[in-house]
């Protein structure tokens, strides 16, 4: 068992374990601080506290299930259920010289805490072009990764750390909006390559984080043509036969009248969440706060059989706006307000591949 898991981390589409290029860092990072200080002015408070927010929400210790859901292998698209249990530590640090929200992650399997698979720096700060709710992450590696491990507990060791130990990752920052209590985002374009190995491939990073929450979906393409090589999903470990993970698109009628076509709603955003539970929040253009919330064996619709139900209700408000119900094994579900449309699609079942 360990040797397979061992293999499929072989996987180098994990984007935070790629092969990091060392660059010199210290022109990257004075570059970078000139260009993040452009996002002064009136809004630099409120930038400044969404970073705040950003930091507090990701800082702790996450418990994921992580599935390959997809796989090329030659010629032949593969899909996979094989999961792997991961433990993923996230915790400010303190370094002046680099900035005043930073963050460091380390990540190993579930029973192997001594043999980290990633470690990285995650250096935060406004991303002025995007407005005050975007959060620009620069993730910085370590080139002696052995000697820093366990640095969220080895305060003195931290002391010691320079900016001549760090390498980048570049084209790998992070852009993270904030949606309620949650943050989310992705890498951008497709200048993230996989590896200095493998550098005909390029990776797109989705990430949520907020609320315990610590999801991830990552694809890896070939740059010739674009053509998935990988797909890899990473989620809160829950019951492994039952949760699933579920991708909400909304649409929105930006008249906030009663939409008479489907041509008249817009997209507006999508959330993520599970079915044992799992809850996601988010804001329509006209200020008004909306939750979701998505159940299946963990609520039965009636004594006898299992469903999956889907709530809107008002955040704040204990009765729903409206619900939805459909077979315990469905893969979509959707609900309709009107002026609003949600419909939810599973991402990866944990006890078995997608369809």
């Not at 210290?26 to 630099?44: D, F, I, N, Y």
């Not at 929200?101 to 043999?115: G, H, M, T, W």
């Not at 979701?292 to 009765?319: C, K, M, Q, T």
Request: with cysteine; net charge negative.
């Amino acid at each position: 068992m360990l040797a397979r898991l061992a293999a499929r981390l072989l996987l180098a589409g994990r984007l935070l374990l790629a092969v990091p290029l060392l660059l010199a860092v210290p022109l990257l990072l004075v570059a970078a601080r000139a260009t993040w200080g452009q996002a002064g002015g009136a809004g630099r408070g409120d930038a400044q506290a969404t970073v705040a927010a950003l930091v507090e929400s990701w800082s702790g210790t996450y418990d994921d299930l992580e599935q390959v859901i997809f796989e090329r292998r030659k010629l032949s698209p593969l899909v996979s259920d094989d999961t792997r249990r991961i433990r993923t530590i996230v915790s400010p640090v303190t370094l002046p010289w680099l900035g005043k929200s930073v963050l460091y992650l380390e990540e190993f399997l579930q029973d192997d805490p001594d043999d980290p698979r990633r470690q990285v720096l995650l250096w935060l700060a406004p991303e002025g072009r995007s407005g005050t709710e975007t959060v620009r992450v620069r993730q910085l590696t370590f080139r002696e990764p052995e000697r820093w491990r366990h640095l969220y507990r080895r305060p003195r060791l931290l002391e010691t750390l320079r900016m001549s130990d760090l390498g980048s990752m570049p084209g790998c920052d992070l852009i993270l909006t904030r949606d309620g209590d949650q943050f989310q985002g992705r890498t951008v374009g497709r200048n993230c390559l996989e590896s200095t190995v493998h550098p005909q491939r390029y990776v797109d990073y989705q990430l949520l984080v907020g609320d315990g929450l610590n999801w991830y979906r990552e694809r890896v393409f070939r740059l010739d043509d674009d053509e998935l090589v990988t797909e890899t999903v990473g989620f809160n470990w829950f019951e492994l036969h039952q949760a699933r993970l579920f991708a909400c698109r909304v649409r929105w009628s930006h008249s906030g009248q009663p939409a008479g076509r489907p041509a008249d709603l817009a997209p507006l955003t999508v959330v993520d969440l599970h079915d044992q539970g799992g809850r996601a929040r988010f804001t329509t253009p006209d200020g008004h706060s909306y939750e979701l919330e998505l159940h299946s064996g963990d609520w039965p619709y009636d004594p006898n059989h299992d469903a999956l139900i889907l709530i809107v209700r008002e955040f704040g408000s204990g009765a729903p706006l409206a619900s939805s119900w459909t077979g315990l094994d469905s893969e979509q579900i959707s609900v309709s307000l009107g002026a609003m449309e949600v419909s939810c699609g599973a991402i990866a079942s944990a006890g078995r591949a997608p369809s």
